[in-house]
T-cell receptor, first 112, second 109 residues
Framework: GAGVSQSPSNKVTEKGKDVELRCDPI?????LYWYRQSLGQGLEFLIY????????KSGLPSDRFSAERTGGSVSTLTIQRTQQEDSAVYLC??????????FGNGTRLTVT | RKEVEQDPGPFNVPEGATVAFNCTYS??????FFWYRQDCRKEPKLLMS???SGNEDGRFTAQLNRASQYISLLIRDSKLSDSATYLC??????????FGSGTRLLVRP
């Protein structure tokens, strides 16, 4: 079946603009995760959704970052007033209770 | 102490060598463990899952030491195509998955 789908694959934006990144998880996967990976660095946990429970937002680096998951499926990660340090690859992953994480291809964000 | 620690490497080994990496974790409640492989500019892909003391899949063996809170990955008969970054991630009942920063492996001809 289809894997995790992320869009756009690349996004270039000017400093100060808002951006929205989209993630379409594998159908039926109840858990959805967002990570950020800066060049040459590891995966930084941002936020995680599990079913109808309140999301774990403990990894969001500032209040400029927010995410929502509508209808338990598609998720959007929003970054307001982007800064150059926000430039990174944003990875989304999903899983069901009996599976490990499956990652999307990521969105490469460049803030100029 | 970081939740998950890995030696960043790089480990530079010749083809055919055996190489092992360790991953230490701080949460003693971790129940399951996963090794992912990440190629340059690609997303991580699952390599192995470990639910008990260890797992073996061909040239790859993972061993868990709960007392010392580390999990190792052993690669035998290294191939050029094994060159990648290897990430470990433990999982507890919270399902919040924190990755180690990864160990880079370079296999040379």
């Amino acid at each position: 079946g289809a894997g995790v789908s992320q869009s756009p694959s690349n996004k270039v934006t000017e400093k100060g603009k808002d951006v929205e990144l989209r993630c379409d998880p594998i159908s039926g996967h109840t858990a959805l995760y967002w990570y950020r990976q800066s060049l040459g660095q590891g995966l930084e946990f941002l936020i995680y959704f599990q079913g109808n429970s309140a999301p774990d937002k403990s990894g969001l680096p500032s209040d400029r970052f927010s995410a929502e998951r509508t209808g338990g499926s598609v998720s959007t990660l929003t970054i307001q007033r982007t800064q150059q340090e926000d430039s990174a690859v944003y990875l989304c992953a999903s899983r069901d209770p009996n599976s490990p994480l499956h990652f999307g291809n990521g969105t490469r964000l460049t803030v100029t | 102490r970081k939740e998950v620690e890995q030696d960043p490497g790089p480990f530079n080994v010749p083809e055919g060598a055996t190489v092992a990496f360790n991953c230490t974790y701080s949460n003693s409640a971790s129940q399951s463990f996963f090794w992912y492989r990440q190629d340059c500019r690609k997303e991580p892909k699952l390599l192995m899952s470990v639910y008990s003391s260890g797992n073996e899949d061909g040239r790859f063996t993972a061993q868990l030491n709960r007392a010392s809170q580390y999990i190792s990955l052993l690669i035998r008969d290294s191939k050029l195509s094994d060159s990648a970054t290897y990430l470990c991630v433990p999982m507890d009942s919270s399902y919040k998955l924190i990755f180690g920063s990864g160990t880079r492996l370079l296999v040379r001809p």
